[in-house]
């Protein structure tokens, strides 16, 4: 069976004055009401959400939202894959329409995060690594300042390149209204701004950020029912890479991303050279160049360069991360895998605005944890 | 696609020393080993768990687990249906395989909750409710007070009723090596037991329990691989009801039991006269009644008749939680929908020991919250 999506929304992302419950509610009924489609129509309700309880001591999201969208008694359920929880909603969500245990799914991936403040959000964060790991240092950030130096060294990449990847995806971002920062930044500013994670500065990283984004999937056969503007999910998969950062290999390779992409790819019969747009996991400026390489876009080493020659750029071979990415866009973790194929939906259908680019296939890869696992979704006009 | 379990395995529930990575490796590891599958088999891992972060500071279990395991690079999951994450864990299962997703799925649900204390533990899971709701005292006991009052009250039932679920389900657990209390209780006792939520006393609930359990699915050709013991999943569906409980009309029927049932019934070709035995989610005594009328096995306002006559006794006409329970067998709230289809696939099996009842067809209603979500899972021998 051919899944496919018809209604795609988000809401503005950034510091919003709502708890999870208003934002879940915000998308989800907007993905509705421009879908056109009825609240008794949905069968299956998916909500993609790390950690509502640990943010705001508030636990079963998915049963309150059927609620306030008027969906009971369609069965609800939450899908967590920490940062990753966007796409694995996808893949449940492909799931539940493909096995026909539902006619129609609406997905919903929220989080509310900024009123914990960064040092308080990122600690919530950090519950995902090893406790014997995270008492040694190593967080996220950490990881990611060390797989850059590694990375710098290893392929001779100069510094800027890195700062290219911030300043390219913050120029898309003031083009996309639900953006959390709209504004340009210069090589320099990223180049300036202060130090992190040696060698990775602020503007390497992407915001805490409250936001939510909504999906609907189908058989083709329904959304024919209801429109002519609808895309197919061509394949998609996931694939976990070691829990304990210390056991890998190569930090400058993502396992999960090489074996989700490898079994996406195989599914869809579209290779890496037929994609025409990505959404890329830009939680860190680092983690563009290793998607770009680990998903056979490039070369291993060679995307520093690629970038560099403005491959990634909104007129260039493979526009990457149009919407913005996490990086401009923002990155509350339940909806940024749900909000990247909600771009390339926009991409695939030619209503992106001023954000635009030509695509009839177009890839999304969301990162949980620094590649703990990751879920490759690939999008294909009708 | 038939979907089928070749796999079933349980930890000793009860107060564990043993933080939920452990627990989880614990009974997947032997659900694998019993069932003779290597790791590299699996491709989807799921685990069902409610508050991992709340109750112990460490999300991202299921890719700990996937590591602990040997699994990488399968995919992981975590399924969170508050109380019911064990039953969304075995619809999700059945999703992965029927929709060509996965060929071997293991899933396990499990949750660590004593080291809390009861206090602390009853109120992570409070964080299910609305938050108006809470403050005014509406929690899950208060409200399972009011539903017995009134279903005492509607049907001119005898307060001694209540305790003859726990009295039945006490003796079950006795035979069971995993149960937290293996222990018989009188009539007198559970009556006498210190008042909780009026008419409910201490008795009547389940307690807080660490535990975890695992069940191993594929389809039916690649089960026939590796046993001639295994069971198909006949029917399974999932259904909400109202998220604040001041909507619902009546507080003794739940709609997502009624609703979910309804649609598991219809997918399975079973009617409730054809199960044979049953798991019930009797977290507290008064739901096992509420249950037995809105699955259908009787009419509405009959089942403390029919309990006082026997009938979901070991050697009725329908046993009803041979497992034990969970007021006996305890409710680690991820693990316990998973271990009512353990129970039950020993019944199917032949294999459930001193416990053993007759039994071809055999059902499982795992619920969540108040019946804010509910699962029904029907499993039938080959």
Request: hydrophobic letters at 40%; proline letters at 4%.
């Amino acid at each position: 069976m051919t899944v496919c999506i018809i209604g795609a929304s988000m809401t503005t992302f950034g510091r919003r004055d709502a708890w999870i419950r208003e934002l879940l509610a915000e998308a989800g009924g907007e993905c509705l009401d421009t879908a056109g489609v009825a609240p008794d129509a949905i069968d299956h309700l998916l909500v993609s959400n790390m950690a509502s309880g640990e943010f705001e001591g508030q636990t079963g999201v998915m049963n309150a939202l059927a609620h306030d969208l008027g969906l009971v008694p369609a069965y609800a359920q939450r899908v967590d894959q920490t940062s990753a929880s966007g796409g694995a909603g996808i893949h449940a969500a492909w799931q539940s329409i493909a096995s026909g245990a539902s006619d129609m799914t609406l997905l919903v991936g929220g989080e509310k995060m900024t009123h914990r403040g960064t040092p308080e959000a990122t600690d919530v964060i950090a519950s995902i690594t090893h406790p014997v790991e995270y008492k040694h240092g190593l967080t996220l950030p950490s990881f990611a300042g060390l797989a850059a130096r590694q990375y710098l060294h290893a392929y001779d990449a100069p510094r800027e390149s890195l700062a290219r990847v911030a300043v390219k995806n913050h120029a898309n971002g003031v083009d996309n209204p639900h953006a959390q920062f709209r504004k340009e930044i210069t090589i320099e500013e990223a180049m300036e701004s202060p130090m992190v994670a040696d060698p990775l500065r602020l503007y390497d990283f992407c915001p805490i950020t409250d936001g939510s984004a909504a999906l609907l999937f189908c058989s083709e056969e329904v959304a024919k029912q209801y429109t002519d503007e609808y895309v197919r999910v061509a394949g998609i998969a996931g694939a976990t890479d070691t829990h304990v950062v210390h056991e890998r290999g190569d930090p400058t390779t993502m396992g999960g991303v090489v074996e989700s992409s490898r079994r996406a790819y195989e599914r869809s019969g579209y290779g890496p050279e037929e994609v025409d747009c990505a959404e890329l996991h830009d939680m860190f400026t680092i983690l563009e160049f290793l998607q770009l390489e680990d998903l056979g876009f490039v070369e291993k080493g060679r995307a520093w360069e690629a970038t560099e020659d403005g491959m990634t750029e909104r007129d260039g071979d493979l526009p990457v991360n149009t919407s913005g990415g996490l990086k401009s866009k923002g990155h509350p973790l339940g909806a940024s895998g749900v909000a990247q194929v909600y771009e390339i939906v926009h991409q695939l259908l030619g209503t992106a605005g001023a954000r635009g680019v030509d695509a009839d296939v177009g890839l999304a890869c969301n990162v949980g944890g620094f590649g703990n696992c990751v879920t490759t979704t690939i999008v294909e006009a009708p």
